[in-house]
């Protein structure tokens, strides 16, 4: 068993009519001039950012607006981000979004206190040593980074999509309120769900045994967000449903499930290969197609794990291992399926560029992937290969 | 389903060795003057002592020590201990031990920090407002005061044992290594882990439906300090078990198990009444005696879920909710019993008064206690009763 720190200090409201807090909230704080980060204006057509923006009035608390982060966000929005809030001494950036406007948050609070471009922080070659302070009001469930020490950036003139995880980008207090996920689309509602359910599969398969509790909070929450996530695709107001599913978001990426473990998220990297190179590519989508993919790969390196997965998640109750193993590995693909989840990655329109990807996911077969096994350049083309 | 706040700031540090980390932890924080707290006087038998002293100097920790911490902490020690703490100018109060040890220490942090008298403060009658750090190393999984925001003292010339809920009871820190509790006896074991199940089954049984993600997540850890009891009784340095045991004690109440339903303890309160008038009952045996015996008094009001509690947690596979429900409650006393926990108060040799002990709970007729049904003082009259 490996020893491990946990630390989620965020503090998170959660449930019906928190947003209309953020104000309060950021004055009991003491903070009295914030950056207010967000998507392409849907908050503006709902509503939700009136309900922002009163809420901080109400409560004296200046702000700068920085909208339209958009999905893979992308370094130069956050280059611009830095200088305001330096220019117009932010003491707090606001999220209201989902992971896309977070990470850029994140991003945008740790280059505003640092010397190094943001960038060469994320690819090691600056140093990062402290961070604005980041709230979120959140709008969508996927991407956990409510609670994650996670930021993932696009840098669209290297075509490379990169994260950075440090306990900066731990968000100070996050917004959780399940009814503002009700305008979710179906597509984007699945997404996150294989998102949230990758999140913690990744650390059930990091090559670490004899981590019971560890497994049975894991495999609780995938049971439940499978539940959840059929409710959800027939009834997308679902208060309880939809309430399951942004707790998991939370709770699936902010460590508990990897304790004993390790954070270490293979699948991800494959996908931000794939999503950094063809923008049109949500996240979850692609982690739909890929963790199948890699699944049948790598089951045979652990047998009984796989076969638990299979026994304990997806019910199974075939008594042989392996057939049990791959039973389960085809039940979540199912699953995916039926959440109206590409099955292949010809089903982006996209050519075959394994070769490509897998260069692009070892950063030019510089490094390889760790999971149940080591993947380097030749397997992650051959999981890229399968896929199509 | 109801809104929540979750706040677990507490950064723990878990393993093998880490123990041997604590100077460097607190000079991280920059702190340099502590009281150390501890109990009476194993750890100086065992080394653990020469331990924390070598890294406090190492470190250039200075400290002031207050040892002799009993069971039940007691209201008299936490005010000599708050004197020195503002005589010795202390900024961080370090507990070394289990749950009488961390809430000594964490009443003395708020003692230290407040005009008030502390019994005033628990007793609602003084104000708590800021409260020195505390950080802990963890000997024995049991109260899970190590996440908590919970604090129980005993006030010996009242004959009142009381806890106290705030933020401000939240640890900075906890060094929880699992090798630290081989030498905890079988009996105190067992003791600890009843207390870590109730934890999670007090707010388990909270009357709030339709949590399923916390439901899971509370079956889960059930299921797995079940098992990893079972293993303890026959191998006591068994390091995963412990390890599961341990980390279970934190997640059992440090809030997580009662998001969407409410941190309410309604048998712990029965308890206190009952260890606190008894000084020589400890308080897991006192529980593994209340639990079965108020499921039987209460599981009326809730067959479905005392039911799916059997079903889940204990495998009782009765199709008959109410026979399945009644079953559930007859393994959880048969794995207590197992455990070599007493079953009946007259396992104690103490007399019947029920009487009494409903009086204490009820503060005098004064107050209810919240759980599936409200319990005023016949309730709970009859609930003390039927233990005999």
Redesign the interface.
């Known amino acids: 068993?490996?020893?491990?720190?946990?630390?989620?200090?965020?503090?998170?409201?959660?449930?019906?009519?928190?947003e209309k807090e953020v104000g309060r909230i950021i004055k009991d704080y003491g903070y009295k001039k914030i950056m207010l980060q967000y998507g392409k204006g849907s908050i503006k057509k709902n509503g939700l950012y009136d309900v922002i923006v009163s809420s901080l009035n109400e409560n004296g608390i200046e702000f700068v607006e920085m909208g339209g982060v958009e999905p893979n966000p992308k370094v130069s929005f956050v280059r611009e981000a830095v200088k305001v809030a330096r220019a117009e001494r932010v003491e707090l950036i606001l999220a209201v979004g989902g992971g896309s406007v977070l990470d850029s948050s994140k991003c945008t609070a740790i280059g505003a206190m640092n010397d190094s471009d943001i960038w060469d922080i994320i690819t090691g070659k600056g140093k990062a040593e402290k961070a604005l302070p980041v709230g979120c009001v959140l709008t969508i469930s996927a991407a956990g980074s409510e609670m994650s020490r996670s930021a993932v950036l696009t840098n669209t003139e290297l075509n490379m999509k990169r994260g950075l995880g440090s306990d900066l980008n731990r968000c100070k207090f996050a917004i959780c309120n399940p009814e503002l996920t009700y305008t979710v689309d179906k597509y984007q509602t699945a997404c996150g769900i294989v998102d949230i359910m990758a999140h913690t599969m990744e650390r059930y398969f990091t090559p670490f045994e004899?981590?019971?509790?560890t497994?049975?909070?894991a495999?609780?929450?995938l049971?439940?967000?499978i539940?959840?996530g059929k409710i959800l695709m027939t009834n997308p107001e679902d208060?309880?449903a939809r309430?399951?599913m942004m707790?998991?978001s939370s709770?699936s990426h902010n460590g508990?499930t990897g304790?004993?473990r390790r954070d270490a998220l293979a699948v991800h990297q494959l996908e931000h290969a794939l999503s950094g190179e063809f923008d049109h590519i949500a996240h979850g989508a692609g982690l739909a197609v890929l963790f199948p993919a890699w699944g049948r790969y790598v089951y045979k390196s652990n047998i009984p794990r796989f076969a638990q997965f299979a026994r304990r998640v997806w019910d199974v109750t075939e008594e042989d291992d392996e057939k049990a193993a791959l039973l389960g590995i085809e039940k979540m693909a199912e699953y995916f399926a039926s959440l109206g989840m590409p099955t292949r990655l010809s089903d982006f329109g996209i050519e075959n560029v394994a070769e490509r990807l897998a260069d692009l996911c070892t950063f030019g077969k510089s490094r390889t992937v760790e999971s149940q096994i080591t993947l380097g350049y030749d397997e992650i083309k051959d999981i890229f290969e399968s896929c199509y």
């Open positions: 068993m490996q020893n491990f720190t946990y630390h989620t200090p965020t503090k998170v409201f959660f449930g019906r009519g928190t004899e981590t019971d509790l497994d049975r909070l495999e609780g929450l049971k439940s967000v539940e959840s208060y309880n309430a399951n707790w998991a709770l508990l304790c004993f």
